[in-house]
């Protein structure tokens, strides 16, 4: 077989998480399509997008998937995180109780699904809806001081409906997660060939001809 691949296709798992009404599906259809709508019907149960994506010339899939986010569709992010490789928290920033939602959202996908080098997702937070309000009045001070806390990756201020920040949140995102994969694949790698690295058997004079058979010598 002559013919080589030149460029394998990886697929990465992304999902959006928050409260009903924050924006999720305005924001992937933002990032996807470039179109915002000012009337989008709440998600009933999820709802599945993907997009190519190039990172350091390479090709990526993003496969999104945007959950409900009504109380009790809570249960979905159990049900949907599976194999998932990153995750947005959706906030309405015109809602303060958005921030303790985001947090209960957090952590549960936090107690249900980890990377496969047992560290959490990595999962950044929006602040959605940032043209409606005055962002000279308002203190971002506290925003900060959140991420930091409750382990949040990143954040941005964002606007599905002018664009703001939209493709720079996911492009963080993406380059976290992306990152963070090669360097788990990088050491599962090194673990593998250190594992086979290990120094031949000797086998005894009396015991050669017995362990012959089984490779020994």
Known sequence: MSQEITNIITEIKIIIIGKSGSGK?????RWIKNTFNEVN?????????HKTYNFKNKTYKINLW?????????????????????CITMTDILL????????????TLDENEILPDGSN???????????????????????DEFVKKNKFDAWFK?????????????????EIVINKLNDINENNSSHYEKSYA???RKCSENNKLRNKQNGCC
């Open 41 to 49: 019907k709440s998600t009933i149960v999820s709802e599945f997008s």
């Open 198 to 200: 290990l120094e031949p």
């Open 96 to 107: 303060p109780s958005s921030l303790n939602d985001a947090l209960n959202w957090k952590k």
């Open 25 to 29: 599906t305005s924001y992937v259809n």
């Open 121 to 143: 997702i990595p999962n950044i937070l929006i602040l959605n809806k940032i043209d409606l309000i005055n962002n000279d009045k308002k203190d971002f001070n506290t925003i």
């Open 66 to 86: 945007d959950l409900a986010g009504q109380d009790h569709f809570s249960y979905l992010v159990k049900a949907f995180c599976k194999e998932a490789k990153g």
């Open 158 to 174: 964002t606007s599905a409906k002018t664009g703001e920040n939209i493709n720079e949140s996911m492009d963080t995102l993406l």
